[in-house]
T-cell receptor, first 114, second 114 residues
Framework: KQEVTQIPAALSVPEGENLVLNCSFT??????LQWFRQDPGKGLTSLLLIQSSQREQTSGRLNASLDKSSGRSTLYIAASQPGDSATYLCAGKYSGGGADGLTFGKGTHLIIQP | SAVISQKPSRDICQRGTSLTIQCQVD?????MFWYRQQPGQSLTLIAT?????????ESGFVIDKFPISRPNLTFSTLTVSNMSPEDSSIYLC???????????FGQGTRLTVV
């Protein structure tokens, strides 16, 4: 059974700091890994998608890495802002072709202090 | 990207009743996915809905409790039947990009059963 784990469960940092969120997965046969943001009571917003053949993806202040051999992914947020406060979820997809859904971690609840 | 509209956005229902959640996508998609997010938990896949065939349910979820319709390539419904307070959750609809890679989510339906 595939499992996705996220550490830490919660994180509070002052505005302006750089931070790293961690995600680990048990099955190295991962097809892709996706990072999402969820605001309270809302749906999910896709942040970055990393294919199994890629090492990292960048979008603005966000950078996500993928290391299949160690079963780890990180989301790096540069120069954090209060608007970054949200729950960040990582999710693994284990087959292509759209037949399977995603396996999610429990998320990291991030608070950026003004 | 895909734009997904879910209705209703929230509802409070009496135990023993049923609620049907609608999911509309702005483009044709092969697969639609339904997830549940229980309070304080991450997302769990309920079922995968393919147009023209029976939905495929994950372990722990059954058709009698969560019947799904998929009448065309842009629309699906999930019914939560004979509800109990344990069904109080956020229910989310998801689709994948045309390449079958990136996942997109609706804003979710927050269900409270009293």
């Amino acid at each position: 059974k595939q499992e996705v784990t996220q550490i830490p469960a919660a994180l509070s940092v002052p505005e302006g700091e750089n931070l790293v969120l961690n995600c680990s997965f048990t099955d190295s046969a991962i097809y892709n890994l996706q990072w999402f943001r969820q605001d309270p009571g809302k749906g999910l917003t896709s942040l970055l998608l990393i294919q199994s053949s890629q090492r990292e993806q960048t979008s603005g202040r966000l950078n996500a890495s993928l290391d299949k051999s160690s079963g780890r992914s990180t989301l790096y947020i540069a120069a954090s802002q209060p608007g970054d406060s949200a729950t960040y979820l990582c999710a693994g997809k284990y087959s292509g072709g759209g037949a399977d859904g995603l396996t999610f971690g429990k998320g990291t609840h991030l608070i950026i202090q003004p | 990207s895909a734009v997904i509209s879910q209705k209703p956005s929230r509802d409070i229902c009496q135990r023993g009743t049923s609620l049907t959640i609608q999911c509309q996508v702005d483009s044709q998609v092969t697969m639609m996915f339904w997830y549940r997010q229980q309070p304080g938990q991450s997302l769990t896949l309920i079922a995968t809905a393919n147009q023209g065939s029976e939905a495929t349910y994950e372990s722990g979820f059954v058709i009698d409790k969560f019947p799904i319709s998929r009448p065309n390539l842009t629309f699906s419904t999930l019914t939560v039947s004979n509800m109990s307070p344990e069904d109080s959750s956020i229910y989310l609809c998801s689709v994948e990009s045309s390449g079958g890679d990136e996942a997109f989510f609706g804003q979710g339906t927050r269900l409270t059963v009293v």
